[in-house]
């Protein structure tokens, strides 16, 4: 095997291109965190690859925090409306963003999905982002949080491998502990590397399915 890689370079076309939209997607967001704050609403981006438990988990956050706060939830998704319609069962106002062939929200997406939404009303806004540890990185949101979630049954490098996911990731949360042992992945071990890529981080090993480790999501999120 070769041993030195392919790289990316900066001689691409459209490198001028991207960095407009990096900076419009950051204005937007800043917009979209000025307007949830006079309303005094805080919001949390939730991102994970598919299938790690992103809804499993905001379905459980928000059995627990409805009766004291009102939430509102954002689902953003390819194509389908299954996600939407199961936190919607929780009886909270969910407002689906099709995102079509793209693999990530958008400042601009969330823009038009709040004013679905009476701000006035609402305390909490989770937003779950496109299942994915790449592209959602470089897109804020106008989130006040990021909670990023990986799973035991994606192996043992994660966190090692999408180290960039996590830059401004306030929580990350390890799910489907109940799978670690016939995964052969260390819950210890993944908890360590997430340390490494991101000290400071707060690590919260959950099964989400059964509500395992959801009271101590919400309290690494000050909720
Ligand atoms: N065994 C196990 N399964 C889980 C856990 N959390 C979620 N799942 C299952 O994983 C699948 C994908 O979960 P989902 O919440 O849809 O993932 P998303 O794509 O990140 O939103 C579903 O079948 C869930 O029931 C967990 O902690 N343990
Ligand atoms: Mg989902």
Do not use: W
């Not at 701000?119 to 470089?138: K, Q």
């Amino acid at each position: 095997m070769r041993k030195e890689p392919i790289v990316e370079t900066e001689e691409i076309f459209d490198i001028e291109l991207e960095e407009d939209l990096l900076n419009r997607n950051r204005e937007l967001a800043e917009g979209n965190h000025k307007a949830m704050h006079e309303h005094g609403v805080r919001a949390l981006d939730v991102l994970g690859s598919i299938g790690s438990g992103k809804t499993t988990l905001i379905t459980e956050m928000v059995k627990r925090l409805r009766d004291r706060m009102n939430v509102a939830v954002l689902a953003g998704d390819l194509t389908t409306m299954i996600d939407a319609e199961r936190i919607e069962e929780q009886g909270v106002p969910v407002v689906q963003i099709h995102t079509g062939k793209e693999c990530h929200l958008d400042a601009n997406l969330v823009h038009k999905a709040l004013a679905e939404l009476d701000l006035a009303s609402v305390d909490l806004v989770i937003i779950e982002n496109v299942g994915n540890l790449i592209c959602p990185g470089e897109f804020p949101l106008g989130a006040d949080q990021r909670l990023v979630m990986v799973s035991v049954t994606e192996g043992p490098y994660t966190a090692l491998k999408h180290p960039y996911i996590f830059a401004d990731a306030e929580v990350a949360v390890i799910n489907k502990v109940d799978l670690a042992e016939a995964m052969e992945v260390s819950v210890d071990g993944l908890a360590e590397d997430l340390r490494k890529v991101k000290p400071g981080i707060k690590v919260v090993p959950t099964n989400a399915r059964e509500g395992e480790g959801v009271d101590e999501v919400l309290r690494a999120l000050g909720l």
